[in-house]
């Protein structure tokens, strides 16, 4: 069963003048960990906001939880939790009053839905007392998935909940969304972190409004179409110069500690190339693609089709 549709869903700015999301399609399926992976100023959150009923989009339709995004808007907020990227809960009111505050909003209260925030709610309630804008990063994270939560929703939407957050405050709130994914509520993730994409059932990888492949992790790891390696030197930066002008390279890119590449001819080409322009320390394996290599390979892709 489809839980979420977008059917060419459209979103422009200023008049038409800037185009936030174009012609975008995906469903998601009831009770899915679903992942929206792209860097900042792709659409994520414009998407998100079209689908909790917060933007009307220029064109196309897209539904929630079986009703439509315009006409079932009513409908929709009362079945649906949303937790923004930026912190919007009321910084003036303590942990327990703004938990309090969203219970009532949605005419329940904590008791009635505890057992589906305790897990989550455990571990802020010493600070319960304490105003929100002076929690950590982590808390604040805690907090506000607790009050999207609180009216026990059938579709949670969370746009970039990770962002600014530390690595252990990461992992956990991942391993939070596997607990509340056994709750059989449907989860929409957004995150530019390209390492989060592996967390999720399916992903649809999106850039500049458009959707470039919806597929499950595994399935569009294993569509890289070419032979992936890693190869470093002790003259990192020049080496990647070298490898970008290289006749035996077809792509090369910056990561982390090493460069990945792809070959247009061998490796022993490539590894006698480099050692006649004086590379003695050249260190390289082949490896296998993450969802980034995948990401840069698709955009660089589809950015060659428009220069043709």
């Known amino acids: ?45 414009s998407i998100f906001r079209m689908l909790t009923t917060l933007l009307l989009p220029d064109s196309g339709k897209a539904s929630v939880n079986g009703f439509d995004i315009v006409d079932g808007f009513k409908e929709i907020r009362k079945r649906v939790g949303y937790m923004p990227g930026k912190f919007s809960l009321y910084q003036d009111l303590t942990v327990e009053e703004n938990l309090n505050f969203f219970a009532t909003v949605f005419n329940t209260s904590i008791e009635e839905n505890y057992d589906l925030i305790k897990d989550i709610y455990v571990q802020i309630e010493p600070f319960k007392h304490r105003r929100a804008g002076k929690l950590s990063g982590g808390m604040k994270q805690k907090l506000a998935l607790c009050c999207a939560l609180i009216h026990r929703p059938e579709v949670l939407f969370l746009d970039e909940p990770t962002t600014g957050v530390d690595a252990v405050s990461r992992k956990e709130f991942w391993e939070m969304l596997k607990r509340l994914k056994n709750e059989g509520i449907t989860i929409l993730v957004s995150t530019p972190y390209m390492d989060e994409a592996s967390l999720c059932e399916r992903i649809a990888l999106i850039q500049h409004g458009e959707i470039l492949q919806v597929d499950t992790p595994d399935a569009i790891i294993e569509s890289f179409p070419d032979d992936l390696y890693k190869i470093k030197s002790g003259k990192m930066s020049h080496l990647l110069k070298e490898l970008r002008i290289s006749e035996n390279v077809k792509s090369a890119f910056a990561f982390g500690e090493s460069h990945h590449i792809t070959l247009t001819h061998s490796t022993e080409e490539l590894l006698e190339e480099l050692k006649v322009k004086g590379y003695v320390d050249v260190e390289m394996e082949k490896i296998r693609p993450e969802i980034e290599d995948c990401f840069i390979q698709i955009t660089q892709k589809n950015a060659n089709k428009e220069l043709i």
Do not use: H, R
Request: cysteine-free; overall charge neutral; charged content about 25%.
């Open 1 to 45: 069963m489809i839980d979420v549709e977008l059917q060419n869903i459209t979103k422009t700015y200023e008049k038409g003048k800037v185009k936030a999301v174009t012609n975008v399609s995906f469903s998601v399926e009831k009770g899915e960990l679903f992942g929206l992976i792209g860097p900042d100023g792709a659409g994520k959150t």
